[in-house]
């Protein structure tokens, strides 16, 4: 078991002991207001997407359709972070190997550049492919994936950096090694291991291309450091052995232009540079470029000892931002003739290079590409797209290794809590069948909604995609098109037994009754805002459970705002008000706790837009479903003196400590 299996498991693995020092948790966090209490979930499996940033720059000039053909053509990228994929579902969005390769053949064929000439393309990745949050299996095949797409796009490289180590870097080899085609090659100077090198690891690559490009990937101290700390366990030479070493064999070789991928995580003092703040993410940056200063220091003294030595002309670096260069930059002092750049997080953009000879010497022009909508697939070209067939491949072995039910259900829903001393939960899923039968107008708002992409319709919409089809056995994509994946007792979880929960029952459930059970709960359902049901069901007038099911409840002058809009629904006074309140509401906890679980700006890019602010969502849409009496909810408190609206905290979900993490 991987230090990463470890940390996230493919099987919850909770005991009764951490229900109940969860159930005390919960009661200290309420009183002093600090512990393990997690608000918002991630809106996929992994962090990532809360790591938004709007992609910046100016995209529409796209400078590289006018460059005269060059010698060669280099793709850069990295910091993929496993989002081999838009994060989202709505548009516009950015970054996916499948617009990669579409940018990527648009140079091959000549589809994009000056006098539809075809360029010699290779592409190059910094590293940081992999993706460590959720289940190791899944990510395992990600990067498996990753690899597979690099090898269709003429990739000669890949740097290996901290994650790969930490997947574990011969795990993820081991799915992608192929004599036959060694490219992309791995690479870092100076790691050592008993099974790497046949496992296609080197310290260098060599392209034979004219120029002839030679290329290096190394790691800074610190994260050596950090990384020798891991499980893992890699073992490192030194730099200054290695590199001039990765130098010779360049000299030796002919090789007239050196590129190094250089990766570090600068150890910071943290009371001094807080993590996350502004100075932080400067000094983190400042370290990374003083090391790749003296690293090209370093290469150009080895130059003028031996003048065969190609010069240094560019160094990839990490970065903190999403956002890739806007040029190249200069590393001080100027006489030196090495170039930095940065390629952002999660491939939402691309560095180009073209190489050119100019008054005897290479040249680089750069551009920052960003893959938008323009480098979707036409819908004539799935069909037979090959970087679309390795993610189908990717998608039915997720079916084959029933990626779904490894889901981890780290947290437990409010409702779900049991009291103190007391083993077990306290609800589990219903589905919103059973609602139905006592909030019947409630359920029609969500069963017949009109729109396309209704909460009522999420399932269905992965289960038609196709090219590639089956994403519907994809966790992450479920997470959000499904009712209660997170918690246990929701889809794809039969609970039958609340009392000895999370003691597994000595025969596994009936395949049909699981059936049953996901099927009532498929698309985003009413226990996606309200959790789960079932001791509502058997207790539908105890109040302490409706106020758990029902925190938001609305004030009797809100009621009579929609009931005025619904009766003249041109009243511009009643619309302002009611847009006033939903925009206090979409900045306060309601859609904090509830909408953006999914609807963050990765996933849903325009919510909160002029037309997509909450208001467009569910008035205008008439989702609320609060105006029959029968639909009352819980107790509906006093109005607020500076508004209908009454907003309340959100019901905290409990975080599951795990004994390590205490």
């Known amino acids: 078991m991987t230090q990463h299996e470890q940390k996230i498991t493919d099987k919850p693995s909770f005991s009764l002991s951490h229900v109940f020092s969860v159930a005390l948790a919960a009661m200290i966090v309420l009183s002093i207001g600090a512990y393990a209490l997690r608000h918002q979930p991630a809106p996929r499996l992994g962090n990532d997407c809360e790591e938004q940033e709007t992609p910046t720059g100016d995209d529409d000039t796209q400078a590289f359709r006018k460059w005269d053909k060059p010698l060669v053509a280099l793709v850069l990228s990295g910091q993929l972070h496993g989002y081999v994929d838009p994060c989202g579902c709505s548009e516009p969005q950015y970054g996916g190997l499948i617009r990669r390769y579409n940018f990527m053949q648009s140079l091959v064929n000549g589809g994009s550049t000056k006098k539809n000439e075809k360029w010699n393309v290779i592409g190059l990745d910094l590293g940081e492919l992999a993706h460590l949050q959720g289940i190791q299996a899944q990510n395992l095949l990600k990067f498996e994936l990753t690899v597979r797409s690099l090898t269709t796009m003429n990739y000669r490289a890949f740097g290996i950096g901290r994650d790969e180590i930490v997947l574990p870097l011969e795990d993820g080899l081991a799915q992608v090694w192929d004599k036959k085609n060694p490219h992309p090659r791995p690479l870092n100077v100076g790691l050592v291991g008993q099974n790497l090198k046949e496992l296609n690891v080197r310290s260098y690559e060599i392209i034979g291309v004219t120029p002839k ?169 799935r069909a037979g797209h090959p970087i679309i067939k390795h993610f189908q491949e990717y998608n039915d072995k997720l079916q084959g290794q029933d990626m779904l039910a490894k889901f981890p259900r780290p947290s437990l829903h409010v409702n779900q809590l049991p009291a103190a001393n007391v083993k077990g939960l306290a609800a589990t899923y219903v589905g919103s069948g059973r609602c139905a039968d006592c909030h019947e107008h409630a359920y029609n708002v969500w069963a017949k909604t009109k729109d396309s992409v209704a909460h009522f319709k999420a399932t269905a919409t992965l ?31 039969l609970v039958t037994d609340l009392a000895n929960w999370p003691a597994k029952p000595a025969q596994p459930p009936n395949p049909k009754k699981v059936k049953d059970h996901n099927d009532n709960l498929r698309g985003v359902g009413c226990e996606s805002c309200h959790g789960p049901g079932s001791a509502h069901v058997k207790n539908k007038d105890d109040q302490a459970i409706k106020d758990l099911m029902n925190p938001y409840r609305v004030s009797p002058d809100e009621r009579k705002l929609v009931a005025d809009l619904e009766a003249n629904p041109k009243n511009k006074k009643t619309v302002q008000a009611l847009r006033t309140l939903y925009k206090t509401r979409q900045k306060d906890a309601l859609a904090a706790n509830y909408c953006l679980k999914c609807h963050d700006s990765e996933n849903d890019v325009n919510f909160g837009n002029p037309g997509h602010e909450l208001f467009d969502k569910w008035i205008v849409k008439k989702l609320y479903h609060h105006t029959p009496k029968n639909n009352n909810g819980g107790a509906i408190p006093p109005a607020k003196k500076d508004g209908p609206a009454i907003i309340e905290d959100a019901p905290p979900v409990i975080e599951v400590i795990e004994d390590k993490k205490k």
């Open 463 to 493: 289960e038609k995609l196709t090219f590639p089809s089956g994403r519907h056995y994809d966790p992450e994509c479920m997470r959000c098109h499904t009712t209660g994946l997170a918690h246990p007792g929701g889809y794809n979880n």
């Open 213 to 381: 490009i030679g290329v290096i990937n190394m790691m800074g101290p610190d994260l050596r450091a950090q990384l020798t700390g891991q499980r893992a366990q890699p073992k490192f030479l030194n730099n200054l052995d290695e590199l001039p070493k990765a130098l010779k064999a360049f000299a030796d070789a002919g090789v007239e232009i050196g590129i190094i991928l250089h990766h570090e995580y600068p150890k910071l003092d943290k009371k001094k540079v807080p993590p996350g703040t502004i100075v932080w993410l400067q000094e983190m940056e400042r370290v990374r470029r003083d090391q790749a200063l003296e690293c090209a220091k370093l290469c150009a003294a080895e130059r003028k000892e031996n003048p065969r030595v190609p010069p240094i002309q560019l160094m990839m670096i990490l970065t903190e931002s999403t956002g890739a260069s806007f040029d190249l930059s200069d590393l001080a002092p100027k006489k030196l003739p090495t170039k930095v750049v940065e390629v952002g997080h999660k491939g939402k953009y691309v560095g180009l290079i073209g190489i050119y000879k100019k008054d005897g010497a290479y040249d680089l022009e750069y551009e920052p590409v960003l893959m938008g909508p323009e480098w979707k697939t036409k819908d004539a070209d």
